[in-house]
């Protein structure tokens, strides 16, 4: 029987097609691939599979960290309107942070870029990091996809990154037209996956994983977390979350934090 796998990334855009860089961890084939375009943001997640986690990120007292604008699992667009009922039950599969365009964009955690590309309407140019247990002291891989770039990183698929290392650049990429207009709307729109292995396999721009579950981008920095279900019965103190971060002047705080937010924080 053939191995099955859960579909962890994202089919985006208006009909037609675009082009997208994958590299296939099965096949080890690199290059450009048609990419057709359907959906939207959240297009390609499982359906049913996003539950707001409950989860609060807690920023340091000493520094200024660019918020959450909409939170996973929410019903609303960072400007108080309604998502589409009639994608994945109206919610949320990711976080946005506004953002000025060219803002640094970080790594959550260490890891390696596993695909980078160009989608269509509200996609728009995406990166793909795939981080170990022992990157981010996780008890599961953790697939991070950052959205809306300024422009197509210059990494290449398979080099390795470490923790707050600069990935990208904010953008407003695949957000122009339709519901924000000829303005757009530049921010980083950041979706996480667990997975139980290394094991994937792209499909244009969405990536498949083994055993791939919705995870709300905070859980990465719930500490001394055992596995995805603990998120759930977490106590409400547990559910503030604390959030490690990368400064403007290269230390982490705390130190030795194995995962940062994926913007820096600036003193205050």
Not at 22 to 49: I, N, Y
Not at 92 to 98: A, E
Not at 189 to 196: D, M
Request: hydrophobic letters at 35%; charged letters at 20%; proline letters at 7%.
């Amino acid at each position: 029987m053939r191995q099955h796998f859960v579909l962890i990334g994202m089919l985006f855009a208006l009909a037609g097609f675009s082009t997208a860089h994958a590299a296939s961890h099965f096949t080890g084939k690199k290059g450009f691939v048609k990419e057709p375009q359907d959906q939207g943001e959240d297009g390609g997640l499982p359906r049913g599979s996003i539950r707001p986690s409950g989860l609060v990120p807690s920023f340091p007292g000493g520094a200024t960290c660019p918020a959450i604008a909409s939170p996973f699992g929410s019903a609303t667009r960072y400007d108080g309107s309604r998502r589409p009922a009639s994608r994945y039950g109206g919610l949320h599969g990711g976080i946005d942070l506004t953002l000025d365009e060219g803002t640094p964009l970080r790594a959550i955690a260490a890891g390696r870029i596993i695909s980078v590309g160009t989608g269509g309407q509200a996609e728009g140019i995406y990166l793909w990091l795939q981080h170990a247990p022992a990157d981010s002291g996780l008890p599961f891989w953790v697939y991070s996809k950052y959205q809306h770039l300024l422009e197509v990183p210059r990494h290449g698929v398979g080099e390795a990154v470490q923790v707050g290392q600069v990935v990208g650049l904010s953008g407003k990429t695949g957000t122009t037209g339709g519901h924000y207009g000829a303005a757009g709307y530049p921010h980083l729109h950041l979706t996480t996956f667990a997975g139980r292995s290394d094991r994937y396999e792209h499909q244009g721009s969405r990536i498949l994983a083994q055993g791939a579950r919705f995870l709300d981008p905070v859980a990465i920095y719930v500490r001394d977390l055992n596995d995805l279900d603990e998120v759930e019965r977490l106590s409400d103190d547990r559910k503030k979350v604390p959030i490690p971060y990368f400064a403007e002047n290269g230390s982490i705080h705390p130190a030795g934090s194995r995962v940062v937010w994926p913007v820096s924080c600036m003193p205050r």
